[in-house]
């Protein structure tokens, strides 16, 4: 409401009915104004316009601010899709003046339709807009303005918006499955879910063969360290990569899991998404986040284990104001998909509860544990090797499209012991039904556990050795005091 004021927005009665009047302004002063009503009569017009006033983008003058120019600038198809960027923190953000064309506009450059640019080209200039968001509506006539504001504009510096799926109780008053536009997006989805939409622009694909210097710039990827000083040389976390984990049932898998991800959430703030299938959100993540949080190195535990045992007291007892603060520290940086009775866990099902979870929680590492526990349905005539190969294609696409981490959990095809009656160390190659599962992922680690106090990390696999890390192994032991694994060696 603050915005649309400090914008001139206001009600007004007109032709009998009450409507809501935007001006348009140039340099300071309103050039035309615009008049929506919200329950025209029969064959009347939802807009109207001031007759003879000037043909220009609204919040034009945003161009014209010095102070916003590092900003990207978004360009809507609406004035009150504008206005929804520009509530959540987009100030940069302009309108066309009146809506999109039925098809492309041949020539478009020269076309009437497009006039209120050519009026701000020196606004446009790459050196002032580096970065355009072309927020158009996602129908045929948004795409056909899409098409011809990159045209205009340069490709080379566009990006587009995918628009979140609408809640399922919404789909079917709207007739459709996703979001049109961006107003939709903070109708249903609120603040956090226009900021994610707008945040995972994409670049518009560019074909051709092009100087260096006429490629755009792609999003930087960030990597993270993941809080282990030996294992850190192996695996640093880099949003929109595909990592799988291995090991044989009941090794430690999970519990390692568990450890990395909240590493990472408590020292970089990252937001963990978990699809736990043999565990309990509210018995058994519970228990474990709880604990983990809990441990002596938080600040607000003030008891040194040792003291603790020499009192002999439980090392892990927490008082209330302590689980309160656990517990607060969980709905902060986890967010749990749980199927109900009736759900059948498919590959399609996960996809759409994931993207939930990351355009309207924020959640920026994903986990699946574990694979064998999902409902793999495929087509008729499609094999297992190569339902896989779909499956993960699928999961590597939506990490990289939504810059997230995904960690999928995955039992090997059987476990074998050895003369001495311990368990093989298996390989990527050992998960079940198919060896893409080596050669899809961008980095690939085994958890075993072959003596009862040490546990070996394993990354057998990772695709970018400067980046993400060179493969290795670290030996570890799990503390149950501290609910943490502590590295005890390594080993090339």
């Not at 998960?431 to 556990?449: M, Q, T």
Request: hydrophobic residues 35%.
């Amino acid at each position: 409401m603050e915005q649309a004021v400090l914008r001139g927005i206001d009600s007004v009665r007109r032709d009998g009915t009450d409507r809501l009047v935007l001006p348009f302004v140039r340099d300071g002063r309103v050039v035309r104004r615009k008049y929506r009503c919200f329950d025209p009569a029969d064959g009347q017009p939802k807009w109207t316009a001031d007759k003879g006033g000037l043909r220009i983008s609204w919040n034009e003058d945003c161009l014209r601010d010095e102070t916003l120019l590092a900003q990207p600038l978004i360009i809507t198809e609406g004035e009150l899709d504008a206005l929804a960027a520009i509530q959540c923190g987009y100030a940069r953000t302009i309108s066309a003046p009146d809506g999109a064309p039925q098809k492309p506009v041949e020539g478009p450059e020269h076309a009437k339709a497009y006039s209120w640019l050519a009026d701000v080209r020196p606004l446009l200039a790459p050196e002032r807009v580096a970065e355009v968001i072309l927020a158009t509506d996602g129908d045929e006539p948004g795409a056909a303005l899409m098409h011809d504001l990159s045209v205009l504009l340069g490709r080379f510096r566009c990006k587009f918006l995918a628009y979140p799926k609408a809640p399922v109780a919404a789909q079917e008053a709207l007739g459709r499955e996703r979001c049109k536009d961006l107003g939709e997006v903070l109708q249903f989805w609120g603040q956090k879910g226009v900021v994610e939409t707008i945040n995972r622009a994409q670049w518009l694909q560019v074909d051709g063969v092009y100087r260096m210097s006429e490629l755009p710039p792609l999003p930087e990827q960030r990597v993270y360290d993941i809080g282990y000083d030996r294992l850190g040389d192996h695996y640093r976390m880099r949003l929109g990569d595909f990592a799988v984990i291995t090991g044989v049932p009941g090794l430690g898998k999970s519990t390692w899991a568990n450890d990395l991800c909240c590493r990472v959430a408590l020292k970089h703030g990252l937001k963990i998404g978990w699809a736990s299938f043999e565990q309990s959100p509210q018995r058994d993540h519970r228990r474990a986040l709880r604990s983990w949080y809990g441990i002596p190195h938080n600040p607000l535990l003030d008891v040194d284990p040792t003291d603790r045992r020499r009192e002999g007291r439980p090392v892990h007892t927490m008082n209330p104001e302590q689980i309160a603060a656990a517990d607060a520290w969980i709905d902060q940086q986890h967010v749990f998909i749980v199927p109900s009775e009736d759900d059948d866990v498919t590959l399609d099902w996960m996809l759409d509860r994931m993207e939930v979870a990351v355009v309207r929680h924020g959640v920026q590492v994903m986990v699946i544990d574990p694979w064998n526990e999902m409902d793999h349905s495929r087509s008729r005539d499609e094999t297992m090797t190569e339902y896989v190969g779909r499956a993960i294609k699928a999961l590597k696409r939506f990490a990289k499209k939504f810059q997230v981490h995904m960690i999928v959990i995955a039992h090997p095809t059987k476990s074998t012991k050895d003369a001495d009656g311990k368990y093989r160390i298996p390989t990527l190659y050992d998960i079940s039904d198919s060896a893409n599962w080596y050669n899809k992922c961008d980095i690939g680690i085994i958890v075993h556990k072959d003596k009862a106090d040490e546990t070996t990390i394993k990354v057998q696999k990772s695709r970018y050795h400067e980046i993400i890390g060179v493969p290795g192994e670290v030996t570890m032991q799990y503390s149950k005091d501290e609910r943490r694994f502590v590295e005890t060696g390594s080993t090339r």
